[in-house]
């Protein structure tokens, strides 16, 4: 028997949501390659970064520096980034958040992702 869902409370729950989260695009037919053939990322590096990231915009932890944009543009030159592989990037998303949590952070980390997936495309698009 699960317990039930509960909302994103902590670190750990953002480490949990990451995790889970990558782990399904580095299976995804249609975007796992680019992180992991093109971008060649360097996971140990790559997820305390991307957990940085989340714990600033859900949890105000204000542990991130950087520009993501930057480098999305750069690998768009390299490869297609286009809205399918965004729509799947959010797809997945998503469905982890889903999976994983239930309450008020979880549907932000659901409208932040969207908006960030519109705003690197549209830049993307643009550059």
């Given at each position: 028997?699960?317990?039930?869902?509960?909302?994103?409370?902590?670190?750990?729950?953002?480490?949990?949501?990451?995790?889970?989260?990558?782990?399904k695009?580095?299976?995804?037919?249609?975007?796992?390659?680019?992180?992991?053939?093109?971008?060649?990322?360097?996971?140990?590096?790559?997820?305390?970064?991307?957990?940085?990231?989340?714990?600033?915009?859900?949890?105000?932890?204000?542990?991130?520096?950087?520009?993501?944009?930057?480098?999305h543009?750069?690998?768009?030159?390299?490869?297609?980034?286009?809205?399918?592989?965004?729509?799947?990037?959010?797809?997945?998303?998503?469905?982890?958040?889903?999976?994983?949590?239930?309450g008020?952070?979880?549907?932000?980390?659901?409208?932040?992702?969207?908006?960030?997936?519109?705003?690197?495309?549209?830049?993307i698009?643009?550059?």
């Amino acid at each position: 028997m699960s317990s039930a869902k509960h909302d994103i409370q902590t670190r750990e729950d953002v480490i949990l949501l990451v995790n889970s989260f990558y782990e399904k695009v580095r299976e995804n037919d249609t975007i796992g390659f680019i992180f992991d053939e093109v971008a060649k990322v360097d996971w140990e590096h790559h997820l305390p970064r991307m957990y940085n990231f989340w714990c600033s915009i859900l949890l105000g932890e204000h542990s991130f520096s950087g520009n993501p944009m930057v480098k999305h543009i750069a690998l768009s030159r390299q490869t297609t980034l286009s809205s399918v592989q965004f729509a799947e990037w959010l797809n997945l998303f998503k469905n982890t958040v889903d999976h994983l949590f239930d309450g008020r952070l979880a549907n932000e980390a659901k409208m932040r992702a969207e908006n960030i997936a519109q705003l690197m495309l549209f830049k993307i698009q643009t550059a």
